[in-house]
């Protein structure tokens, strides 16, 4: 008789597939995790009318797709939802669970957890695997400024959220198969208390700044309020997005949307600007996928000036005026 293999699941919120890619970048590390233990990866899917979004999750890596395909989950209820999960988590075993570090993740997994009696680590930066075969779980703690690493000995399953961008999705193959498992929905599921009635999603950005080719960023280092609003015209004329670090979000200079970090966004565009920041660890540690970085600070031997490929020892806030100038000098001509 063939033993199952263990497998690693990743819950699927296909809720705005097109532009959170979350569930995607958790499937490729699960396919890189699961390499590593001889497991297989389990994609979860609880909805209605959603094999268009099963069919992705095989052509991004799952090998399986339990899928609870009924009208009473056209819309997202979490006492549903979990009740579901738990149940398939008890029935199948899987060795370790991925969700993504979303609105919706916040909400779902520590419920889940607690049904399931096992630990959770909420917002990690990093996954492995460890030399005993346990899942190594990254994430930021005391406000930021450490890395912790965790692992699960005693409890299954190994439970993690991850924040969306921490990883890179695997390229759609359309010629891979997938086991689909079709779940039904249990008569004594909990239905929910609370009926929708509308949703409405909030407009974004035009572009995310996760997505972004050129991204400028600015420290305390630019001097102040006034000062930093030029980044904002700099990122404009270089057709990119502007983040900022803790400090200069905490001090209102710019809004929570751009902070780069471990408490904020992690970032991998193809150039990287950094105006007046030190590096401290919670803020580099998002931007170590970038592809170019330039860094323009004062000290020589701030962090960030270490990490960059070009560093310039200089005061941000002017070469901010002589860049903008250049640039609005070319476009005219």
């Known amino acids: 008789m063939k033993e199952n293999k263990r497998e690693i699941w990743v819950f699927g919120d296909y809720r705005n597939y097109f532009q959170n890619r979350v ?11 699961a390499s590593k233990t001889d497991a297989e990866v389990g994609a979860v899917v609880l909805g209605r009318d959603v094999d268009e979004y099963v069919n992705e999750y095989i052509a991004h890596g799952a090998h399986k797709v339990y899928v609870t395909d009924h009208p009473r989950l056209k819309d997202y209820n979490v006492e549903t939802y979990v009740a579901l999960t738990e149940r398939l988590v008890r029935e199948h075993q899987p060795e370790t669970i991925l969700i993504g570090a979303t609105s919706f993740g916040r909400e779902f997994a520590p419920r889940v957890a607690k049904r399931l009696g096992t630990g959770l680590s909420a917002d990690c930066v990093g996954l492995d695997i460890n030399e005993d075969g346990l899942l190594v779980q990254t994430a930021p703690s005391f406000g930021g400024n450490l890395l912790a690493k965790i692992v699960t ?11 969306p961008g921490m990883f890179q999705e695997l390229p759609h193959d359309y010629e891979r198969t997938g086991e689909i498992i079709q779940v039904p929905l249990p008569d004594d599921v909990p239905k929910a208390r609370v009926r929708l009635i509308i949703a409405e999603r909030q407009p974004q950005r035009d572009q995310r700044i996760e997505d972004a080719r050129v991204v400028v960023c600015g420290g305390r280092g ?5 000062k930093f609003k030029k980044l904002f015209e700099l990122a404009r004329l270089m057709n990119g997005e502007l983040g900022a670090t803790r400090p200069v979000v905490y001090s209102k200079w710019a809004d929570h949307e751009s902070l780069i970090g471990q408490a904020g966004r992690h970032i991998s565009p193809q150039v990287l600007f950094s105006f007046g920041i030190s590096g401290a660890i919670q803020h580099t540690a998002a931007i170590n996928d970038a592809d170019f970085i330039i860094a323009v600070n004062k000290n020589p031997n701030a962090t960030m000036m270490k990490m960059a490929d070009v560093a310039i020892v200089a005061d941000a806030n002017q070469l901010c005026i002589a860049l903008m100038k250049e640039l609005k000098k070319r476009i005219r001509n």
């Open 153 to 163: 000995p005693d409890r299954r399953p190994q439970m993690a959220t991850v924040r």
């Open 23 to 33: 569930t995607l970048q958790l499937l490729a590390r699960a396919t890189d995790l």
């Open 222 to 226: 630019m001097g102040s309020k006034n």
